[in-house]
């Protein structure tokens, strides 16, 4: 079962107890948060606090899961849904913490019928109705729009639509027409560059797929918005209505 210490929370209520101290520790190294209002950074503690208390968490390959890792997780993992609701997590409960990248063993067939298996290295991985896997390091602190978190979540996302293809459950303002319209040129183009071999500012990692190439944005959207809103405008604008945040304005 998931790691939370006696002092975390108590058996019977979804609230665990994280001092001021706590938070301002966490919130340090995340400086992709100074666009929130004061009212936004509030809710952000709420849900994460929620989101710590709903979730079982449990540590691999001898990782110490520590409150502070867990505040941290937290907080990234609720942004992309400040304003979309802590229920668009609903459904799953695992999260599990490696001390760094990791394996996944993995096994393909090739067109002739034969099955190669192999260890494929990641940082993350997010599995349709069951857990978060992620990577943590001790001394990632920089914006540089690479975040495993925000890159997994936007996976679970994505898997709230019946599929992970790039296509979130939209509210109900936006056009799915207009989302196509902004994603589908923007992905090929990417994909065109990365295949070519430019070395591109955002993560080449985003060619792999529509589903990829939608995480990877969500991660440039939070961390480095003005790269972002250079290379792709419209799925810029998208991500700021989808997400109903602007954090280039910080």
Known sequence: MGFLSDWWRSHNRLDVDISEQQWQNAEASLTFLGHLSPEEHRQLRKMAREFIASKEWDAAAGLVLTPAIQISIALQACLPVLHLGLERYAGWVGIVVYPGDFVIPRSVMDEDGVVHEFDDPVLGEAWEGGPVLLSWFDDRNEADGVNVVIHEFAHKLDMGSGGVDGMPHLPPEMSRQ????????????????????????LDPYGAESPAEFFAVMSEAFFETPDLLEEEYPAVAEQLRRYYRQNPARR
Do not use: L, N, S
């Open 178 to 201: 207009e989302w196509v319209a902004a994603f589908e040129p923007a992905f090929i183009d990417f994909q065109r560059r990365v295949d070519g071999g430019e070395d591109t500012a």
